[in-house]
């Protein structure tokens, strides 16, 4: 997807290691999303930034932690990798927009297996 | 709270017109989104309409927005293999600062040719 990329695309790893998953954006929007996407439960935020070092939570933060040190980059961690974090993770961007409409660019996501 | 709920699986013969429904709670929400995913890919905007529009049209989509109900409807006309997607239903109210979209899980479209 054009002006963003997420990295790795895939990754395997064991429960209680941590994994760090980055989002990068070459399109200088201003915020920034991290979505988890499951079977039976559709999308669902993990945390989201509005700004460099500006980070809030979404509905499904326990687990997770986020840090945006510069606004091309939105890094996604997991301190100790479980079972249940097993996804596909999407990286959204959108920047203020003349309309508001807030329309998400998203990435291509990253499946995490843990195992 | 908020709520979006879509039918789960829809299908359609190939060249028939396909209609994706979508129902939601939030009365102050100020735009509605549909949103497409094919397999193994992200989600990419389809089109969105304001909540002061009811019917917005794009080539062989039409979007209908009916506000007193709370129903969105997304109708592909002409529907083709390549129709074949997961369609996902999203609406964002202006709470606040609030940019967050609630979403539904989304509907699945078979085109069968």
């Known amino acids: 997807d054009a002006g963003i990329t997420q990295s790795p695309r895939h990754k395997v790893t064991e429960t209680g290691t941590p994994v760090t998953l980055r989002c990068h954006q070459t399109?200088?929007?201003?915020?920034m999303y991290w979505y988890r996407q499951d079977p039976g439960h559709g999308l669902r935020l993990i945390h989201y930034?509005?700004?460099?070092?500006?980070?809030d939570k979404g509905e499904v933060s326990d687990g997770y932690s986020v840090s945006r040190s510069k606004t091309e980059d939105f890094l996604l961690t997991l301190e100790s990798a479980t079972s249940s974090q097993t996804s596909v993770y999407f990286c959204?961007?959108?920047?203020?927009?003349?309309?508001?409409?807030?329309?998400?660019?998203f990435g291509a996501g990253s499946r995490l297996t843990v195992l | 709270g908020e709520d979006v709920e879509q039918s789960l699986f829809l299908s359609v013969r190939e060249g028939d017109s396909s209609v994706i429904n979508c129902t939601y709670t939030?009365?102050?929400?100020?735009?509605l989104y549909w949103y497409k995913q094919e397999p193994g890919a992200g989600l990419q905007l389809l089109t969105y309409?304001?909540?002061n529009m009811d019917m917005k049209q794009d080539q062989r989509l039409t979007v209908l927005l009916n506000k007193k109900d709370k129903h969105l409807s997304l109708r592909i006309a002409d529907t083709q293999t390549g129709d074949s997607a997961i369609y996902f239903c999203?609406?964002?109210?202006?709470?606040?600062?609030?940019?967050?979209?609630?979403w539904g899980l989304g509907t699945s479209l078979a085109v069968n040719p």
């Open positions: 399109e200088n929007h201003r915020y």
């Open positions: 939030d009365s102050s929400s100020t735009y």
């Open positions: 999203a609406e964002r109210n202006n709470a606040g600062n609030n940019r967050k979209l609630i």
């Open positions: 930034s509005y700004g460099v070092k500006d980070t």
């Open positions: 959204a961007i959108s920047g203020s927009g003349v309309s508001g409409a807030n329309v998400l660019t």
């Open positions: 309409i304001f909540s």
